[in-house]
């Protein structure tokens, strides 16, 4: 953690046209959190107390979004979209007011790390008020390059138009992230008095700015991974894939098995236990917490869930939010369950869908069951109590409750509460006509031959 105060500018003006999308691609999603969001999370956890977004102009979204997940910070709107090194003078009175380091990253870039942040600040001293994250570039084509001389140290950076065929060479690129010593920043960008050819005024300037005024500029360096930047709907994909993978590593480091780990995908806030058994195609949506020794069968899709330990689900289920499978209880195949607490050893094998309710301990939901929770206006609730057991094909009409130890009967509706350890029985009377069959297909197959002719 930085020892010095720290304010971080977040650039998210850009509107990732090349997405072609209404929605700023900042707020695009990767495992289920918006890159802007990543991007918060990385930074907080230095420390820093203050933080600034640089929206563009019409950007409610992206708004909204900062406020939502950085509520205590300030949101600044650039105008106009003339460079970076604009952008960042788009938070200028964040900047004077300050007295520390100042950090700008850009909210496109999901995965940078706080090890890496710390790395770029620790570069800064009294003699090196500009340091600058780069990366070793696998194609460095389109980058600009960082130009050195000596350790570590920035002598310029070359934009690769402007670079001679050695300079193209260098597979050193410049990330755009960068750091500062807020007392020299705001003297360094306001001397960026000059558009480049592209008519904008670009941060990396303040580098040979700086070296021309007698300081050091540091270099640090990251793997390329980490300032991956997303402007297209390829680069999203290609972003969703590592984190998928880094996400299933760490699962899988943890103490969780993953029968085929290419075919699950986690939230970004998905919390799996010790000794889970995950088979292949598995989602996790947002808010989902798997505890100890859990069996997920494939085919799964869950959000918003909470399996405690030794539950078993699947295949085919599917728990949607404020499902609470209990200890050692069992979901079956094509089950349902929403807002409904699945106790102690209660289970629900077949195609059954389990709508806001209570399914008491070692209570059994027979093959079909449904909770007919909704009236078209309101949802109701349906509590089975503790061993209780609800036939085959039944529905439950809410609101009703079965008591503990009831029975009911199979293929019956039932619209009133029902006693403990009472059965209930809702069906009419059998009535059975011999040879009424073999009379019909009779019947029947003489109509069909009369038709044909």
Excluded at 51 to 61: E, K, L, Q, R
Excluded at 146 to 156: C, F, M, T
Aim: glycine share 10%; charged share 25%; aromatic share 6%.
């Amino acid at each position: 953690m930085t020892s010095r105060p720290l304010l971080t500018i977040v650039l998210a003006a850009g509107k990732g046209t090349r997405m072609k999308s209404a929605v700023p691609k900042v707020l695009h999603r990767v495992g289920g959190l918006s890159l802007i969001g990543h991007v918060l999370t990385a930074i907080r956890s230095l420390g820093q107390s203050r933080t600034a977004f640089v929206i563009g102009p019409n950007m409610d979204g992206v708004r909204a979004e900062a406020a939502k997940i950085a509520p205590e910070a300030e949101v600044f709107v650039q105008d106009q979209q003339l460079g970076t090194a604009h952008a960042v003078l788009a938070a200028r009175t964040a900047i004077a007011r300050h007295d520390g380091d100042v950090l700008v990253v850009f909210g496109d870039t999901p995965f940078i790390t706080p090890a890496t942040l710390e790395g770029l600040l620790a570069s800064l001293d009294a003699t090196t008020p500009v340091a600058v994250l780069g990366f070793h570039a696998a194609d460095p084509n389109g980058y600009g390059r960082l130009i050195l001389d000596g350790p570590e140290q920035v002598s310029v950076i070359r934009e690769q138009e402007d670079a001679t065929e050695a300079e193209r060479e260098i597979t050193f690129c410049n990330s755009g992230v960068m750091a500062f010593r807020g007392e020299q920043m705001l003297t360094l960008l306001e001397a960026i008095g000059s558009r480049n050819a592209k008519g904008e005024y670009y941060l990396t300037d303040a580098v040979a700015i700086a070296r021309s005024k007698g300081y050091r500029v540091a270099a640090h360096s990251c793997v390329e991974e980490e300032v991956m930047g997303i402007n297209s709907r390829n680069q999203l994909a290609q972003a969703e894939a590592v984190f998928q993978r880094r996400f299933r590593e760490r699962v899988m480091a943890e103490g969780a098995t993953l029968i085929a780990p290419e075919t699950v995908w986690f939230s970004h806030d998905t919390v799996i236990g010790r000794d889970v058994i995950i088979e292949p195609n598995v989602f996790f949506g947002p808010k989902v917490v798997v505890e100890d020794e859990v069996v997920i069968r494939a085919n799964c899709h869950i959000e918003g869930a909470r399996l405690r330990r030794g539950a078993e689900v699947g295949p085919f289920a599917r728990l949607r939010p404020n499902a609470d499978i209990g200890p050692r209880a069992k979901i079956g195949n094509f089950v349902e369950v929403k807002n409904v607490t699945v106790e102690e050893g209660a289970k629900a094998n077949h195609l059954s869908y389990l709508g806001d309710g209570r399914v008491g301990a070692g209570a059994n939901i027979g093959a079909g069951t449904i909770f007919c929770n909704y009236d078209g206006f309101f949802k109701h609730r349906t509590d089975v109590g503790a061993g209780a057991f609800v036939g085959s094909n039944t529905a439950l009409v809410a609101p009703v409750n079965i008591g503990p130890g009831a029975f009911i009967g199979s293929g019956s509706v039932i619209t009133k509460d029902v006693p403990a350890d009472a059965l209930a029985l809702e069906r009419n009377e059998q009535s059975v006509r011999e040879g009424w069959a073999a009379k019909f297909r009779t019947m029947m197959q003489r109509r069909k031959s009369e038709k044909r002719s």
